[in-house]
Nanobody, 125 residues
Framework: QVQLVESGGGLVQAGGSLRLSCAAS????????MGWFRQAPGKEREFVAA????????YYADSVKGRFTISRDNAKNTVYLQMNSLKLEDTAVYYC??????????????????WGQGTQVTVSS
């Protein structure tokens, strides 16, 4: 099992930036990918972005494309989510997740058995 710990959330004004980190420990595999999800109050958890450890593949939800960047540091076993041009609607608890890659399911939370505890991101006007 993989343990995931997020950090970096906080309060930021609209238009500002934040960087989230997710440190992974435990056994992973070559086809193990990391994803970021978010959940706003009263809404379902939604996919934000995903990246694989080995090949540099990444994918983004349309709502964050061009504003958010997912990256990884293999030496530190850490995945990052750089969030720029933040909007009020980006306010949510952000979770990092890990799982074995499936081309059909990587945008679904059901593909990811490993989850962090979540970190709150609040964007104010």
């Amino acid at each position: 099992q993989v343990q995931l710990v997020e950090s970096g959330g906080g309060l930021v004004q609209a238009g500002g930036s934040l960087r989230l980190s997710c440190a992974a420990s435990g056994r992973t595999f070559s086809n193990y990918i990391m994803g970021w999800f978010r959940q706003a109050p009263g809404k379902e958890r939604e996919f934000v972005a995903a990246i694989n450890w080995g090949g540099g593949w990444s994918y983004y939800a349309d709502s964050v494309k061009g504003r958010f960047t997912i990256s990884r540091d293999n030496a530190k076993n850490t995945v990052y989510l750089q969030m720029n041009s933040l909007k009020l609607e980006d306010t949510a608890v952000y979770y990092c997740a890990g799982g074995i890659y499936s081309s059909k399911l990587y945008k679904s939370s059901s593909m990811y058995p490993d989850w962090g505890q979540g970190t709150q991101v609040t964007v104010s006007s």
